[in-house]
């Protein structure tokens, strides 16, 4: 499948990757808008809502619009981040063409379509400082949230990161606080646009924060397996509350569904949460999702919070490359290909958190793994057991 091998470009290139595909509701949008902070950490005022300001608020030289190290983040946004061409992806002519199969009118109009790639189109405006207008794409409040209470105090450098917190400043050192702000977008896309042609979408919290243009540094304390299964857990929720929402459910999307919670059950290497999900059935009937959605929020935050190290990665990854035997024999083709292809993307995830002399020797089986699972329709399991149990040996 094309789909799975762009992801792994992307995930393997350096900084310059890109990945651009959105599917965010207005709800979120507007709910984020809604927040309510304190204008200052230290005052006793009444809360005020944020509004937007827009990305102009920060592209001053002297703030995010300079050319030198500490002040170059509106620059590399505007010329290097995919995020700021989602409004010009609406202009095109696939979009042009899905937008006349769903019968939407113009996509760069339709709220199904803006509300993750022009998220301030049809922003009541008051939520808004001043009017801002779509061509503003993915921008900065899209990430760190509506700035009116913060915008002049977060570049104090008396400020402390709580400060900013409480101001309103939407925390993204927080791994489930940052795949919540990204998820919506980059998961759940509902089955009529599927049908309509739009690329599917796969959430890799650290494989996407390795290949977004970098404008940040990360905390010490960072570990990519940790932000690996906090995003397949918050993904997992994601893309089971699509399937309490649609009553008719696109069976590719089910499919996903199924084969990603088979893969965050195998986290329970790691996390005794996990364990609640291996009883839980493939059906998709009421209670059975309402209990998938609530244990795969709980395993995100639980995982967001731990104390992390990279032992805990390993295990993970260990436990991944030794369940070749679920992907053939009982598993019919379809499903086992599902699982195969969000497997070989954990494996790529893991495996870049190993010490680079491990990771070498694992890149020729990863090749593999990648190669057999790239088409669904093609894919063999007894084959792809065998090339997993090769790269469990160099482990």
């Given at each position: 499948?094309?789909?799975?091998?762009?992801?792994?470009?992307?995930?393997?290139?350096?900084?310059?990757?890109?990945?651009?595909?959105?599917?965010?509701?207005?709800?979120?949008?507007?709910?984020?808008?809604?927040?309510?902070?304190?204008?200052?950490?230290?005052?006793?005022?009444?809360?005020?809502?944020?509004?937007f300001v827009g990305v102009e608020t920060c592209a001053t030289a002297g703030c995010h619009g300079g050319a030198d190290p500490k002040h170059f983040q509106f620059q590399f946004w505007k010329h290097s981040d995919p995020h700021s061409k989602a409004f010009s992806t609406l202009n095109t002519?696939?979009?042009?063409?899905?937008?006349?199969?769903?019968?939407?009118?113009?996509?760069?109009?339709?709220?199904?379509?803006?509300?993750?790639?022009?998220p301030f189109h049809a922003l009541p405006a008051n939520l808004m400082s001043t009017p801002l207008k779509a061509i503003e794409s993915v921008s900065c409040e899209s990430c760190h949230g509506a700035a009116s209470n913060w915008q002049?105090?977060?570049?104090?450098?008396?400020?402390?990161?709580?400060?900013?917190?409480?101001?309103?400043?939407?925390?993204?050192?927080?791994?489930?606080?940052?795949?919540?702000?990204?998820?919506?977008?980059?998961?759940?896309?509902?089955?009529?646009?599927?049908?309509?042609?739009?690329?599917?979408?796969?959430f890799e919290l650290d494989g996407q924060t390795q290949s977004q243009p970098r404008h940040w540094q990360e905390k010490h304390d960072y570990h990519r397996g940790q932000a690996w299964l906090t995003g397949q857990a918050v993904a997992l929720r994601e893309l089971t509350a699509q399937l309490q929402r649609e009553k008719?459910?696109?069976?590719?999307?089910?499919?996903?569904?199924?084969?990603?919670?088979?893969?965050?059950?195998?986290?329970?290497?790691?996390?005794?949460?996990?364990?609640?999900?291996?009883?839980?059935?493939?059906?998709?009937?009421?209670?059975?999702?309402?209990?998938?959605?609530?244990?795969?929020?709980?395993?995100?935050?639980?995982?967001?919070?731990?104390?992390?190290?990279?032992?805990?990665?390993?295990?993970?990854?260990?436990?991944?490359?030794s369940i070749g035997n679920e992907l053939h024999g009982k598993v019919a083709q379809p499903l086992a290909a599902r699982r195969a292809e969000r497997l070989v993307l954990a494996l790529d995830r893991l495996s870049a958190a190993l010490p680079a002399d491990t990771a070498k020797k694992l890149d020729?089986?990863?090749?593999?793994?990648?190669?057999?699972?790239?088409?669904?329709?093609?894919?063999?399991?007894?084959?792809?057991?065998?090339?997993?149990?090769?790269?469990?040996?160099q482990l």
């Open positions: 499948m094309l789909m799975l091998r762009f992801i792994h470009i992307f995930t393997k290139l350096n900084n310059n990757r890109r990945r651009v595909t959105f599917s965010y509701t207005l709800s979120r949008v507007v709910s984020a808008a809604l927040f309510i902070t304190l204008a200052d950490a230290s005052s006793a005022a009444e809360p005020v809502p944020a509004k002519a696939r979009s042009a063409r899905m937008a006349e199969d769903l019968k939407l009118g113009d996509a760069a109009q339709n709220l199904q379509c803006t509300s993750c790639h022009a002049r105090s977060h570049t104090r450098p008396d400020y402390s990161h709580a400060q900013r917190v409480t101001a309103g400043m939407r925390d993204l050192h927080h791994l489930y606080i940052r795949a919540n702000s990204c998820v919506a977008c980059h998961q759940a896309l509902s089955s009529d646009l599927l049908k309509a042609g739009h690329p599917e979408l796969i008719n459910p696109e069976p590719n999307v089910v499919l996903r569904w199924q084969a990603l919670k088979w893969l965050v059950q195998q986290a329970r290497v790691v996390s005794g949460t996990a364990d609640h999900l291996v009883p839980l059935s493939d059906e998709t009937g009421k209670a059975n999702l309402e209990a998938v959605h609530r244990i795969a929020d709980q395993l995100a935050k639980e995982t967001s919070d731990a104390e992390w190290n990279e032992t805990q990665t390993l295990q993970l990854l260990k436990r991944l490359s020729a089986p990863l090749k593999q793994l990648f190669a057999s699972a790239q088409v669904l329709e093609d894919f063999k399991g007894d084959t792809f057991a065998k090339q997993l149990a090769e790269f469990a040996s």
